[in-house]
């Protein structure tokens, strides 16, 4: 299938993605040699967005590359060491998320400990990172009634995604645990501790 490629304004082309595999795979894809001019491409739940200095790359020709760009295996694009988030696994929802997946909350700690996550997108808030699994053992729904403050560190579940509060915020995800890292910091030189495709390993503490 034809990759749909449309020009937003004159900075920028938006790609629209059937799933997020395909969001995962195009945007791997894009990062390994972007043409110069390319300031940003930002990954998202369906979409693609690859923002351009006009100056120096013409939107249309930013399209071209867009489209015809071969997608990528994700796990090839951030070869870093994981990222290990230490969690105390006592929130509040654990109960119910074991009850909903039919098992006992020390499985639900050890299927969320023995997966490797990936950084799908960013969003929500600075440096709210949305993780995603190969497998889909603690896919949730949200909470019926979002609570109207969510600590910072707050590790929770909703949909296919795994997420951790970077400050206090409302927020309707089941929350499984806290952490004391911290994963926003405007003063530093790169703010967001987590990225698209950062490699992420959560770790009961002790």
């Not at 997608?71 to 990222?83: C, G, H, I, K, M």
């Not at 729904?141 to 707050?154: D, E, K």
Request: proline residues 9%; aromatic residues 6%.
């Amino acid at each position: 299938m034809t990759r749909i490629v449309k020009a937003v304004g004159d900075r920028g082309v938006l790609i629209d993605c059937a799933s997020l595999d395909e969001v995962l795979a195009v945007a791997a894809g894009l990062v390994e040699s972007p043409p110069r001019g390319v300031i940003d491409i930002v990954p998202a739940a369906r979409t693609v967005l690859v923002t351009v200095d006009p100056a120096v790359l013409p939107v249309d020709r930013v399209i071209d590359w867009a489209r015809d760009t071969p997608e990528r295996n994700p796990a090839s694009v951030d070869t870093a060491e994981p990222l290990i988030v230490d969690v105390e696994y006592t929130g509040e929802d654990l109960a119910d998320v074991a009850r909903f997946l039919a098992c006992s909350e020390r499985e639900v700690v050890d299927r969320h400990t023995g997966t490797t996550w990936r950084v799908a997108f960013v969003g929500f808030a600075p440096g709210f990172g949305y993780l995603v699994a190969d497998d889909a053992r603690l896919t949730v729904p949200r909470r019926p009634s979002p609570r109207t403050s969510v600590p910072a560190g707050t590790v929770g579940l909703a949909g296919e995604f795994t997420g951790v509060y970077p400050r206090s915020s409302p927020g309707g995800w089941q929350i499984i645990g806290r952490t004391e890292v911290e994963l926003w910091n405007p003063d530093a030189a790169e703010p967001a501790l987590l990225r698209p495709g950062r490699v992420v390993r959560f770790r009961e503490a002790i």
